[in-house]
């Protein structure tokens, strides 16, 4: 196990190099000119070329880069260019609200993807099955600010239940964590409903129903547990998806997480924040795989990490 871990640390180190090499190249690759945001359009080009040596911009891609690794290896993500304040200090700041926001909506969209999986399973064929197929599909191709557009208007503004925005009670996290649950959901009740009808369809199910087992035990005892196995995956990917890919969702509702963080700077091409967005992101995806993947032996002895 000891060296199985730290092969996946070795891996989970070189995909955090690749995506800090493929995002900084990406964005040096952009038509802005983070000097000339910073100066202003009326300054002079003298003043965006001192500001552009000043940040190390007019330097090769390679020593650019190679200055970020640097700072890396010593903990600096870097200093924010438009709010003069390090990244890792403004990340930091952002992050309870994140984590928050993304801790209610895994817990929205597992409940729902869990319990309609299960139900389109044991109904297989019926109405309530196509039913469930098709909310599904509706709820993973609907779009996110549409879904928050529709939420706010329904549940703020016609029956006023819960605020428009803002942030700092449970009422505030309803909404958003309601909007990527929703989202989120279809996919978990079609991958709970095809595990569902495998498991449904073995042998010792079928030893169960003969014992004479209730339906409901042989389904929350027998069934349910090995049919969830994909779902630890699933969430280990969501961790991540969650902590920087839900700006929409955090702009529309005014929630000051880090994906507003991150829309923020995008808008003023503040590379030093956006490279710090990305790479917590991409961290978060990489440990919650490395823990879906340690977790998944002790759900099931039968899986053995190799």
């Excluded at 438009?82 to 984590?99: D, G, M």
């Excluded at 999986?117 to 297989?124: E, F, L, Q, S, W």
């Excluded at 009422?171 to 929703?182: C, F, I, K, S």
Aim: glycine letters at 10%; charged letters at 10%; aromatic letters at 8%.
């Amino acid at each position: 196990m000891a060296f199985v871990l730290l092969r996946r640390l070795g891996q989970a180190l070189l995909i955090l190099l690749g995506v800090a090499a493929i995002t900084f190249v990406l964005l040096y690759a952009l038509p802005a000119d983070p000097a000339r945001m910073i100066a202003g359009r009326s300054a002079t080009a003298q003043t965006v070329a001192s500001i552009r040596h000043e940040l190390g911009l007019d330097q090769p891609l390679i020593i650019q880069f190679w200055t970020y690794l640097s700072g890396l290896l010593h903990g600096d993500l870097g200093r924010s260019y438009a709010q003069k304040t390090e990244v890792w200090t403004l990340i930091v700041a952002r992050l309870p609200a994140t984590l928050i926001l993304m801790a209610a909506g895994i817990t929205v969209e597992v409940v729902l993807g869990i319990t309609f999986g299960t139900v389109a399973a044991v109904k297989r064929g019926g109405t309530v099955d196509r039913l469930v197929m098709m909310a599904s599909f509706v709820g993973v191709s609907a779009p996110q600010f549409v879904v928050a557009l529709l939420l706010l208007y329904v549940f703020a503004v016609t029956l006023g239940w819960f605020p428009m925005s803002g942030y700092g009670s449970f009422a505030h996290v309803v909404l958003p964590a309601t909007t990527l649950g929703v989202l989120g959901a279809g996919w978990y009740a079609r991958m709970v409903r095809s595990a569902m009808i495998d498991v449904l369809n073995q042998d010792y199910v079928r030893t169960a129903r003969a014992k004479g087992l209730s339906s409901r035990r042989i389904i929350l005892r027998h069934a349910l547990p090995n049919a969830i196995l994909p779902i630890v995956a699933m969430i280990g990917i969501d961790i991540g998806q969650f902590m920087g890919g839900v700006v929409v969702v955090e702009a529309v509702y005014g929630w000051p997480g880090i994906g507003q963080l991150a829309w923020q700077a995008i808008q003023q091409v503040d590379i030093p924040i956006i490279m710090g967005v990305t790479l917590t992101s991409a961290l978060a995806i990489v440990t919650g795989n490395l823990l879906a993947d340690l977790i998944a032996p002790f759900i099931d002895p039968r899986i053995r990490t190799s």
